[in-house]
Nanobody, 130 residues
Framework: QVQLVESGGGSVQAGRSLRLSCEAS????????MGWFRQSPGQERELVAA????????HYADSAKGRFFISRDNSKNTVYLQMDSLNPEDTAVYFC???????????????????????WGQGTQVTVSS
Protein backbone atom coordinates (compact mmCIF):
# COMPACT_ATOMS: atom_id res chain seq x y z
CA GLN A 1 0.00 0.00 0.00
CA VAL A 2 1.40 3.37 -0.99
CA GLN A 3 1.70 6.13 1.60
CA LEU A 4 1.58 9.80 0.65
CA VAL A 5 2.90 12.90 2.40
CA GLU A 6 2.10 16.37 1.06
CA SER A 7 4.03 19.55 1.68
CA GLY A 8 4.26 23.08 0.33
CA GLY A 9 0.96 24.57 1.38
CA GLY A 10 0.71 27.96 3.01
CA SER A 11 -0.80 31.43 2.88
CA VAL A 12 -0.18 33.74 -0.05
CA GLN A 13 -1.68 36.83 -1.59
CA ALA A 14 -3.71 36.70 -4.77
CA GLY A 15 -1.58 36.58 -7.90
CA ARG A 16 1.29 34.71 -6.24
CA SER A 17 2.43 31.14 -6.74
CA LEU A 18 2.86 28.00 -4.67
CA ARG A 19 4.26 24.58 -5.42
CA LEU A 20 2.86 21.55 -3.66
CA SER A 21 4.85 18.34 -3.35
CA CYS A 22 3.74 14.84 -2.52
CA GLU A 23 6.23 12.12 -1.74
CA ALA A 24 5.17 8.51 -2.00
CA SER A 25 6.56 5.46 -0.24
CA UNK A 26 5.71 1.85 0.37
CA UNK A 27 5.05 0.69 -3.18
CA UNK A 28 6.24 1.09 -6.77
CA UNK A 29 5.55 4.73 -7.59
CA UNK A 30 5.35 4.25 -11.35
CA UNK A 31 2.50 1.76 -10.91
CA UNK A 32 0.25 4.67 -9.94
CA UNK A 33 -1.23 7.58 -11.75
CA MET A 34 -1.04 10.56 -9.39
CA GLY A 35 -3.21 13.56 -8.85
CA TRP A 36 -4.45 16.36 -6.67
CA PHE A 37 -7.92 17.00 -5.30
CA ARG A 38 -9.04 19.95 -3.23
CA GLN A 39 -11.84 20.70 -0.82
CA SER A 40 -13.07 24.07 0.38
CA PRO A 41 -15.27 24.45 3.47
CA GLY A 42 -18.81 23.39 2.67
CA GLN A 43 -17.86 22.25 -0.82
CA GLU A 44 -17.51 18.87 -2.45
CA ARG A 45 -14.02 17.51 -2.94
CA GLU A 46 -12.99 18.07 -6.54
CA LEU A 47 -10.28 16.86 -8.87
CA VAL A 48 -7.73 19.54 -9.74
CA ALA A 49 -5.19 17.69 -11.87
CA ALA A 50 -3.88 14.21 -12.55
CA UNK A 51 -0.87 12.79 -14.38
CA UNK A 52 -0.25 9.39 -15.91
CA UNK A 53 2.22 6.80 -14.66
CA UNK A 54 5.28 8.15 -16.46
CA UNK A 55 4.08 11.73 -16.77
CA UNK A 56 3.22 11.59 -20.46
CA UNK A 57 -0.41 12.65 -20.09
CA UNK A 58 -2.10 15.03 -17.72
CA HIS A 59 -5.66 16.11 -17.06
CA TYR A 60 -6.86 19.37 -15.51
CA ALA A 61 -10.06 20.74 -14.13
CA ASP A 62 -11.31 23.78 -16.03
CA SER A 63 -10.51 25.95 -13.01
CA ALA A 64 -6.86 24.85 -13.15
CA LYS A 65 -6.20 25.00 -16.89
CA GLY A 66 -3.61 27.60 -17.81
CA ARG A 67 -2.66 28.31 -14.18
CA PHE A 68 -1.68 24.98 -12.62
CA PHE A 69 0.85 22.44 -13.84
CA ILE A 70 1.19 18.89 -12.57
CA SER A 71 4.41 16.95 -12.95
CA ARG A 72 6.12 13.93 -11.45
CA ASP A 73 9.65 12.73 -10.88
CA ASN A 74 9.63 8.95 -10.67
CA SER A 75 13.27 8.91 -9.55
CA LYS A 76 12.18 10.83 -6.43
CA ASN A 77 8.77 9.19 -5.97
CA THR A 78 7.29 12.67 -5.96
CA VAL A 79 4.46 14.48 -7.72
CA TYR A 80 4.22 18.26 -7.87
CA LEU A 81 1.50 20.82 -8.41
CA GLN A 82 2.75 24.22 -9.54
CA MET A 83 0.02 26.78 -8.92
CA ASP A 84 0.35 30.21 -10.48
CA SER A 85 -1.92 33.25 -10.51
CA LEU A 86 -3.65 32.06 -7.36
CA ASN A 87 -6.94 33.65 -6.39
CA PRO A 88 -9.07 33.42 -3.22
CA GLU A 89 -11.28 30.77 -4.87
CA ASP A 90 -8.26 28.44 -4.80
CA THR A 91 -8.33 28.43 -1.00
CA ALA A 92 -8.79 24.81 0.06
CA VAL A 93 -7.18 21.76 1.55
CA TYR A 94 -5.27 20.03 -1.24
CA PHE A 95 -4.99 16.24 -1.20
CA CYS A 96 -2.52 14.10 -3.06
CA UNK A 97 -3.99 10.88 -4.47
CA UNK A 98 -2.54 7.73 -5.98
CA UNK A 99 -4.51 5.27 -8.07
CA UNK A 100 -3.58 2.78 -10.79
CA UNK A 101 -6.53 3.95 -12.93
CA UNK A 102 -5.95 5.98 -16.09
CA UNK A 103 -6.33 9.67 -15.15
CA UNK A 104 -8.83 10.05 -17.97
CA UNK A 105 -11.32 8.14 -15.80
CA UNK A 106 -10.58 9.70 -12.43
CA UNK A 107 -13.35 12.29 -12.46
CA UNK A 108 -16.13 9.85 -13.29
CA UNK A 109 -14.81 7.15 -10.98
CA UNK A 110 -14.50 9.51 -8.01
CA UNK A 111 -18.02 10.79 -8.65
CA UNK A 112 -19.27 7.21 -8.44
CA UNK A 113 -17.31 5.77 -5.51
CA UNK A 114 -16.12 8.91 -3.67
CA UNK A 115 -13.54 8.25 -0.97
CA UNK A 116 -13.23 4.57 -1.85
CA UNK A 117 -11.23 5.86 -4.78
CA UNK A 118 -7.45 5.87 -4.52
CA UNK A 119 -5.05 6.32 -1.65
CA TRP A 120 -5.11 9.75 -0.05
CA GLY A 121 -2.56 11.91 1.69
CA GLN A 122 -3.45 13.86 4.81
CA GLY A 123 -3.90 17.14 2.93
CA THR A 124 -2.17 20.50 2.99
CA GLN A 125 -3.89 23.85 3.47
CA VAL A 126 -3.62 26.56 0.82
CA THR A 127 -5.00 29.98 1.73
CA VAL A 128 -5.11 32.82 -0.79
CA SER A 129 -5.97 36.30 0.42
CA SER A 130 -7.17 39.14 -1.75
Amino acid sequence: QVQLVESGGGSVQAGRSLRLSCEASGDTFSDYAMGWFRQSPGQERELVAAVSWRGGRSHYADSAKGRFFISRDNSKNTVYLQMDSLNPEDTAVYFCVADPLDPLHWQNTFARIKYHFGTWGQGTQVTVSS
